[in-house]
Structures are given as C-alpha cells and as structure tokens.
C-alpha cells in the first residue's frame, strides 16, 4: 500500500459507504477502511496481510473467482463487476456486488488490486420477501389461504407420500405438482404428467405400463411406460377420476407393490416413483355411484390437498393480472404495462367460474385489443364487460360512509389489506376511498 496509500487517499477511502479493500499478486490483503470494518465484522489488523479468502467462504473460492482473475488477467478487460456472498466475522453470510481493478502494476509482476464492496444483503431480502409474498414456484397468490397452500407444499414435498390435489378446474393444480416435485429430493429427476382423460382405455394402459412387441396390433416393438420413465422422479396423474376399471385395478397394485407389468408380459418390473393424483370431480361420490374403486380412493387420498377457486381469494387478482401482463407473448411487439384500477375492479367483480384459467385467457384477450400501455375495461372479453352493471358496482360502493371505513380499519389495526377484504372492496378502492374521506394510513 506504501506507493498508493497514505494519509490522503486513506481520508477518501475513508468517507466511501463502501466497502475498499486492496490485496496484492498473493491475494494478500494490504489495505481495510472503515466502511470495510462495520460491513464485514472484521477488525483491520484481523485481515490485514491475511488472503482474500478470510472475507469469503472457502467453498466457493477455486481459485478463479473473479478476484482472483482480475489478478491473472491484469484487469486487461477493465474492471469487473460481480455479485458473491461474503462471511462476516460472527460468521453469518452477507451478500455483495463487487467492483475490482487493477490499481498499480510493476515490472516485477507486483501488483495491487482495488476492491469496492456494497453490502446488498437488506435489498436481496427484500427483494426475497416480496418475490415469496406473491409467488411460490411460479404459483402465484399473496391471500392468507395460499400461504396456507405454500406452506403445505413445502411440509409435502420433503417425504414420499401419495399426494391428491383436489381442485375446480383451472385452479392450477399441474403448478403445485410441479411445485411439490422440484421442492421434494427427487427435483433432480423427471417429472412426468399423464392425462387420464385423453387416451382410450387401451392406449392409457399402454402410456401408463409400457408393451411388449405384439401385445396387440401395431405394438410393433417393445416399449417404455411412463411410469418406467418416471423412475426416481415424480408422475403426475391428472383428471384421475376418468380412469376406467382395468386401469384403476392396474394403478392399484404400483400403489401397493410399486412395481408393474408391461401389456402382454408376465415379467414383474420395480418403479421407484412417487404418484401425484389430481381430480376436479368429488371422488368419494364416484365410489358412492360404484364409477371408483373405494380401496384406490384410499391409497390415492394418503395427502388430500384442496385448492381454493379463484372467487375465494380475489385479493391475488392484482397479482395474477401483472403476471399474465408481464408474461403476455406479444410483448416483443406491443408494450403492456398494467391494467387501470378500473379494469381491475372489474376482474374483482367478476365470479371466474373457469378460475385462474379463465382470468389467464381475460388478460391476454385484453392484452390483444389494447391499444394503449394500460389495459382498460372495453379490453376484456363482452362476457366481463357486461357481467354486472356498472351502476350496480357503484351502488355498492357508494354506501361506504366515512364512519364505516374507519370502523372496519379500527377492527384491522389500519391494515388495508385486511380492511378491504372484509368491506368486499380492491384494495386500491379501498385506498381511494380513504383519500376521498381525508383518513391517513397508519
């Protein structure tokens, strides 16, 4: 530090917000300033002449992380910039962007490099915690019953129980297969979905247990079903309330047994799988009408999950609505940026018989006909725009008085989300509302 240090570039370092540090050919660290001192935890004449290693877990460093190639290549290519956790002294892990470059070179091959330091660690967590309140393993929804739902998937995933999703259709029962599958240990292998109802009893059978060369006309080979192919990851079942008798017999013994035979084998076959059911019909009455097999029922229902309709939790419509905007595929040719509050008062006012399904197809719908950034109400399909009278709506609203808004938020402990929720309202009616009445948030 001797030939770039000293007392007036020690009070510049001195004055950063971030963290500087300087190390040398060696990865030695020769210079620490303050900022660096209260970001990691580590006291100067800790890691002074100590390797770059002491601020980082050793795990990661393989000797070419970008400090250290900013070392090899001479910062030739001008600085780098880059993100990695850092370890402070009590130990916790803090996370990073980091500017390096090159600060002095000599003809020995000495040389220092500078190190810029912004503690991200509060901003990821934000960041974390917004992007967890309203999704999950791209399930989106912010209401009490789906964090209930997340919570769930999270207990589920980690054994091997049969699971049942139970659920209207359009709930969105395929995204928590695939949520319990990629968080459970079996992430790293395949997930496989069948549809139940869209193969004839026959070919179901084959999709599901394979065949052998000439099982039955045009088998002309040997062939792999699903549930072979599954081995060690997941299968989905869908609509498994379609399954025809043979089938439900078949299915039963992988439940049992796991194991299986091909069609037209006698050889038995082990499948390490674990099954996940989804039905939108109510499968204790279809074992009532004799359509399903009551001892399949049971060994299917082991984990029952119930996924809430749409009209139930209409507080995640705001939520649903910018993510089909933001994932609309004509994007790259028309920019769509929101939907007004008065298109989304109208999505909140809607019953969604078809759920996140049909609110999926309402948004890219709109997202077609827009012919502006901003969705408006004329953009949805005819069967919102006049599914209830607009003067109805108002009506409605209208009879909010002042003293109702501040009992309902008194009861809330001024928590908007809350209030609205128990006034029937949007929640950005529900902020207007209280502009228009002169109440102050708390």
Same mark, same amino acid.
């Given at each position: 530090?001797?030939?770039?240090?000293? *007392?007036?570039?020690?009070?510049?370092?001195?004055?950063? /917000?971030?963290?500087?540090?300087?190390?040398?050919? *060696?990865?030695?660290?020769?210079?620490? *300033?303050?900022?660096?001192?209260?970001?990691?935890?580590?006291?100067?004449?800790?890691?002074?002449?100590?390797?770059?290693?002491?601020?980082?877990?050793?795990?990661?460093?393989?000797? /070419?992380?970008?400090?250290?190639? $900013?070392?090899?290549?001479?910062?030739?290519? +001008?600085?780098?910039?880059?993100?990695?956790? @850092?370890?402070?002294?009590?130990?916790?892990?803090?996370?990073?962007?980091?500017?390096?470059?090159?600060?002095?070179?000599?003809?020995?091959?000495?040389?220092?490099?500078?190190?810029?330091?912004?503690?991200?660690?509060?901003?990821?967590?934000?960041?974390?915690?917004?992007?967890?309140?309203?999704?999950?393993?791209?399930?989106?929804?912010?209401?009490?019953?789906?964090?209930?739902?997340?919570?769930?998937?999270?207990?589920?995933? =980690? %054994?091997?129980? $049969?699971?049942?999703?139970?659920?209207?259709?359009?709930?969105?029962?395929?995204?928590?297969?695939?949520?319990?599958?990629?968080?459970?240990?079996?992430?790293?292998?395949?997930?496989?979905? =069948?549809?139940?109802?869209?193969?004839?009893?026959?070919?179901?059978?084959?999709?599901?247990? +394979?065949? =052998?060369? +000439?099982? @039955?006309?045009?088998?002309?080979?040997?062939?792999?079903?699903?549930?072979?192919?599954?081995?060690?990851?997941?299968?989905?079942?869908?609509?498994?309330?379609?399954?025809?008798?043979?089938?439900?017999?078949?299915?039963?013994?992988?439940?049992?047994?796991?194991?299986?035979?091909?069609?037209?084998?006698?050889?038995?076959?082990?499948?390490?799988?674990?099954?996940?059911?989804? $039905? *939108?019909?109510?499968?204790?009455?279809?074992?009532?009408?004799?359509? @399903?097999?009551?001892?399949?029922?049971?060994?299917?229902?082991?984990?029952?999950?119930?996924?809430?309709?749409?009209? $139930?939790?209409? +507080?995640?419509?705001?939520?649903?609505?910018?993510?089909?905007?933001?994932? #609309?595929?004509?994007?790259?040719?028309?920019?769509?940026?929101?939907?007004?509050?008065?298109?989304?008062?109208?999505?909140?006012?809607?019953? #969604?018989?078809?759920?996140?399904?049909?609110?999926?197809?309402?948004?890219?719908?709109?997202?077609?006909?827009?012919?502006?950034?901003?969705?408006?109400?004329?953009?949805?399909?005819? %069967?919102?725009?006049?599914?209830?009278?607009?003067?109805?709506?108002?009506?409605?609203?209208?009879?909010?008085?002042?003293?109702?808004?501040?009992?309902?938020?008194?009861?809330?402990?001024?928590?908007?989300?809350?209030?609205?929720?128990?006034?029937?309202?949007?929640?950005?009616?529900? #902020?207007?509302?209280?502009?228009?009445?002169?109440?102050?948030?708390?």
């Amino acid at each position: 530090m001797a030939k770039t240090s000293g *007392n007036y570039l020690n009070n510049i370092f001195n004055v950063l /917000n971030e963290a500087v540090f300087i190390y040398d050919q *060696n990865m030695k660290i020769k210079y620490f *300033n303050d900022a660096a001192e209260k970001i990691t935890g580590h006291k100067r004449d800790d890691v002074l002449e100590q390797q770059c290693v002491t601020l980082f877990d050793k795990s990661l460093c393989l000797n /070419n992380c970008s400090l250290c190639m $900013t070392v090899k290549e001479n910062a030739t290519k +001008g600085n780098v910039q880059f993100k990695s956790p @850092f370890i402070r002294k009590d130990g916790s892990r803090g996370h990073g962007t980091f500017q390096a470059g090159l600060l002095r070179k000599e003809k020995d091959g000495s040389l220092e490099v500078l190190v810029a330091l912004t503690d991200v660690t509060e901003i990821d967590r934000l960041k974390q915690e917004l992007k967890e309140s309203n999704s999950f393993r791209n399930i989106i929804g912010k209401s009490p019953m789906m964090g209930e739902l997340f919570d769930a998937i999270r207990n589920i995933a =980690v %054994y091997d129980s $049969t699971v049942l999703l139970n659920g209207e259709s359009g709930t969105g029962k395929e995204l928590v297969a695939r949520a319990i599958h990629h968080e459970s240990p079996r992430a790293d292998n395949k997930l496989i979905k =069948v549809n139940c109802s869209a193969f004839s009893e026959y070919l179901l059978e084959s999709e599901l247990f +394979g065949h =052998v060369k +000439g099982a @039955f006309t045009g088998a002309s080979g040997d062939r792999m079903g699903r549930f072979e192919e599954a081995c060690g990851g997941t299968i989905f079942l869908d609509e498994i309330g379609d399954l025809l008798p043979k089938v439900q017999v078949k299915l039963l013994r992988v439940l049992q047994e796991k194991e299986i035979e091909r069609v037209g084998a006698n050889v038995t076959r082990k499948v390490d799988i674990r099954i996940i059911a989804a $039905t *939108n019909k109510d499968l204790l009455n279809e074992v009532r009408e004799g359509r @399903f097999r009551e001892d399949l029922y049971y060994r299917l229902n082991v984990i029952p999950v119930q996924l809430p309709p749409l009209r $139930t939790r209409k +507080g995640d419509i705001p939520y649903l609505t910018q993510h089909f905007i933001d994932n #609309w595929k004509g994007l790259h040719r028309k920019k769509i940026r929101k939907a007004t509050d008065s298109a989304l008062g109208r999505l909140m006012d809607y019953h #969604w018989p078809g759920n996140v399904r049909e609110l999926e197809n309402a948004i890219e719908h709109a997202c077609v006909r827009c012919d502006s950034e901003t969705i408006k109400p004329k953009d949805f399909p005819a %069967y919102l725009t006049h599914s209830q009278p607009a003067q109805t709506i108002r009506k409605k609203r209208k009879q909010l008085t002042r003293e109702s808004v501040l009992e309902v938020l008194s009861k809330t402990g001024y928590n908007q989300t809350q209030a609205a929720q128990l006034l029937d309202l949007h929640r950005i009616t529900l #902020w207007r509302k209280m502009k228009e009445f002169n109440i102050a948030p708390r």
